[in-house]
Nanobody, 116 residues
Framework: QVQLVESGGGLVQPGGSLRLSCAAS????????MRWYRQAPGKERELVAA????????NYGDSMKGRFTISRDNVKNTVYLQMNSLKPEDTAVYYC?????????WGQGTQVTVSS
């Protein structure tokens, strides 16, 4: 079955960096677009970043452009999110997402807290 397991979240000071990872299994990872979303308390889930199957194209939410970088390793079946210049408003649970056929799969999420 499809599994997405995020890791790498934690507490970081404003201006700091974190690298999130999402290990995927149960599907042909290299064939699918992968996405990161986030959800802050009381807010809707929003798209953070997406990357095409071969990694040749990426796109980002407006508030993440220039600070976040999505990448993938199709040998390790892992997608990454490098987050730099973090701000308190980046505090959220970050989720990995894969749309495989008619189904939308989500990981369990990893908490990112940006605070001094």
């Amino acid at each position: 079955q499809v599994q997405l397991v995020e890791s790498g979240g934690g507490l970081v000071q404003p201006g700091g960096s974190l690298r999130l990872s999402c290990a995927a299994s149960g599907f042909t990872f290299s064939s699918y677009v992968m996405r990161w979303y986030r959800q802050a308390p009381g807010k809707e889930r929003e798209l953070v970043a997406a990357i095409t199957s071969a990694g040749g194209s990426t796109n980002y939410g407006d508030s993440m452009k220039g600070r976040f970088t999505i990448s993938r390793d199709n040998v390790k079946n892992t997608v990454y999110l490098q987050m730099n210049s973090l701000k308190p408003e980046d505090t959220a649970v970050y989720y990995c997402n894969a749309a495989v056929g008619p189904y939308n799969y989500w990981g369990q999420g990893t908490q990112v807290t940006v605070s001094s």
